[in-house]
């Protein structure tokens, strides 16, 4: 595809450099590519098939909303499939989940390497949220003022499926399946404070009381104080207590690093052995987002809020399984309707030489300057 996003997305002219991508409200030319964007959340991104980011530009009030492919060797993403509703990632990463409103409110499902629609299910009521893993959806919805949780099967070959299993669910949700698949949670866990089940069975949604770990629990998790938080597409949690982070195999238990961590700090994603992270600050200075090796205690900055203005944010960011490709969605404000979509590479000449990204030219001296030595990141 020509034209439209596929060209207000284009990358740097240098092969070696970061690339980045403006969409802004400003007319469209050749010289800085933009499209007008109106929401905060129209732009998610996920690493697929090693370096290919995969990109999902939501509706309404996108130009051109639908699922992007951009290989790390293209110089520009191609739209793989247009969308009609609002639209997010499976918490793995798998899928595409889309929504539409009444009168015809229906929840799709997509591959979201292919952008083939695997399932469209019809809605009675309103969507509050929804996760795809394996052949399962679940869907929470709410009608008449009552909520409830429900589980479908995604090989059902029919346009309207009855749920497998339905049980009712608390006031606040996030949904989102275990790592492993065998457990349907819900991330928000102020319900838990009430007595309201958040995790439950497959198929049946019988509801969970018992530890993942059962006698194997983490000694991170039996701290009252601790945050147990889950990572987008990691088969490993984050345990955050005391100034600390603990990440944790999910359901085996095994610890596999321990580091000094700020309770302003969040691990955004993971590689595939969890040596390597993107971790998001936000501090009353401004936020940040630094690229961590979990073994060398080496961090790079990616983005500074604090030197662009105390308002920057970023958005969304993506590590690929190898973690040294790099993507992340930046603006300079929250009543910003640009946003910046930047990516890079990160390589190690020689086992002895630090972590550096790989770029070339004036873009790419900026983000040099943010490149810290271990002494730095301590």
Same mark, same amino acid.
């Given at each position: 595809?020509?034209?439209?996003?596929?060209?207000?997305?284009?990358?740097?002219?240098?092969?070696?450099?970061?690339?980045?991508?403006?969409?802004?409200?400003?007319?469209?030319?050749?010289?800085?590519?933009?499209?007008?964007?109106?929401?905060?959340?129209?732009?998610?991104?996920?690493?697929?098939?090693?370096?290919?980011?995969?990109?999902?530009?939501?509706?309404?009030?996108?130009?051109?909303?639908?699922?992007?492919?951009?290989?790390?060797?293209?110089?520009?993403?191609?739209?793989?499939?247009?969308?009609?509703?609002?639209?997010?990632?499976?918490?793995?990463?798998?899928?595409?989940?889309?929504?539409?409103?009444?009168?015809?409110? &229906?929840?799709?499902?997509?591959?979201?390497?292919?952008?083939?629609?695997?399932?469209?299910?019809?809605?009675?009521?309103?969507?509050?949220?929804?996760?795809?893993?394996?052949?399962?959806?679940?869907?929470?919805?709410?009608?008449?003022?009552?909520?409830?949780?429900?589980?479908?099967?995604?090989?059902?070959?029919?346009?309207?499926?009855?749920?497998?299993?339905?049980?009712?669910?608390?006031?606040?949700?996030?949904?989102?399946?275990?790592?492993?698949?065998?457990?349907?949670?819900?991330?928000?866990?102020? &319900?838990?404070?009430?007595?309201?089940?958040?995790?439950?069975?497959?198929?049946?949604?019988?509801?969970?009381?018992?530890?993942?770990?059962?006698?194997?629990?983490?000694?991170?998790?039996? &701290?009252?104080?601790?945050?147990?938080?889950?990572?987008?597409?990691?088969?490993?949690?984050?345990?955050?207590?005391?100034?600390?982070?603990?990440?944790?195999?999910?359901?085996?238990?095994?610890?596999?690093?321990?580091?000094?961590?700020?309770?302003?700090?969040?691990?955004?994603?993971?590689?595939?052995?969890?040596?390597?992270?993107?971790?998001?600050?936000?501090?009353?200075?401004?936020?940040?987002?630094?690229?961590?090796?979990?073994?060398?205690?080496?961090?790079?900055?990616?983005? &500074?809020?604090?030197?662009?203005?105390?308002?920057?944010?970023?958005?969304?960011?993506?590590?690929?399984?190898?973690?040294?490709?790099?993507?992340?969605?930046?603006?300079?404000?929250?009543?910003?309707?640009?946003?910046?979509?930047?990516?890079?590479?990160?390589?190690?000449?020689?086992?002895?030489?630090?972590?550096?990204?790989?770029?070339?030219?004036?873009?790419?001296?900026?983000?040099?300057?943010?490149?810290?030595?271990?002494?730095?990141?301590?």
């Amino acid at each position: 595809m020509r034209g439209g996003l596929a060209a207000l997305l284009a990358a740097a002219a240098c092969s070696h450099a970061v690339a980045t991508a403006v969409i802004g409200d400003a007319p469209r030319d050749a010289a800085d590519a933009r499209v007008t964007m109106l929401s905060r959340e129209l732009l998610d991104l996920r690493f697929v098939d090693g370096n290919t980011l995969t990109l999902l530009v939501s509706a309404p009030g996108a130009a051109m909303p639908g699922i992007y492919r951009w290989p790390a060797n293209a110089s520009e993403p191609k739209r793989l499939c247009a969308l009609a509703g609002r639209a997010t990632f499976s918490f793995d990463g798998r899928y595409v989940i889309e929504r539409r409103d009444a009168p015809e409110a &229906d929840v799709g499902v997509f591959d979201a390497h292919r952008c083939r629609r695997i399932a469209r299910i019809a809605v009675d009521g309103r969507v509050l949220d929804a996760d795809a893993h394996g052949r399962w959806l679940a869907l929470a919805t709410e009608r008449s003022g009552t909520r409830r949780l429900a589980l479908h099967d995604l090989r059902a070959r029919r346009s309207v499926a009855r749920p497998l299993a339905e049980t009712s669910i608390g006031r606040n949700v996030e949904l989102g399946f275990a790592p492993d698949g065998e457990r349907v949670i819900n991330f928000d866990r102020s &319900d838990d404070e009430r007595g309201a089940p958040t995790s439950w069975s497959l198929p049946r949604l019988a509801p969970m009381t018992r530890s993942p770990w059962g006698s194997r629990a983490p000694a991170a998790t039996v &701290d009252d104080a601790a945050e147990l938080a889950f990572i987008p597409g990691a088969t490993s949690v984050g345990v955050y207590r005391n100034g600390a982070l603990d990440l944790v195999r999910w359901r085996s238990g095994h610890t596999l690093f321990t580091q000094p961590f700020a309770r302003t700090q969040r691990v955004r994603a993971l590689s595939a052995n969890a040596r390597f992270a993107l971790v998001h600050e936000r501090t009353s200075g401004g936020e940040t987002l630094q690229w961590a090796d979990f073994v060398s205690g080496q961090r790079i900055t990616l983005f &500074d809020g604090a030197r662009r203005g105390t308002a920057a944010t970023v958005d969304h960011a993506a590590l690929d399984a190898g973690g040294t490709a790099v993507a992340w969605v930046e603006r300079d404000g929250p009543d910003d309707p640009r946003v910046r979509l930047r990516r890079a590479s990160l390589v190690r000449p020689t086992a002895a030489a630090a972590w550096r990204i790989e770029n070339d030219g004036a873009s790419g001296q900026a983000h040099r300057r943010g490149i810290h030595s271990r002494r730095d990141a301590r």
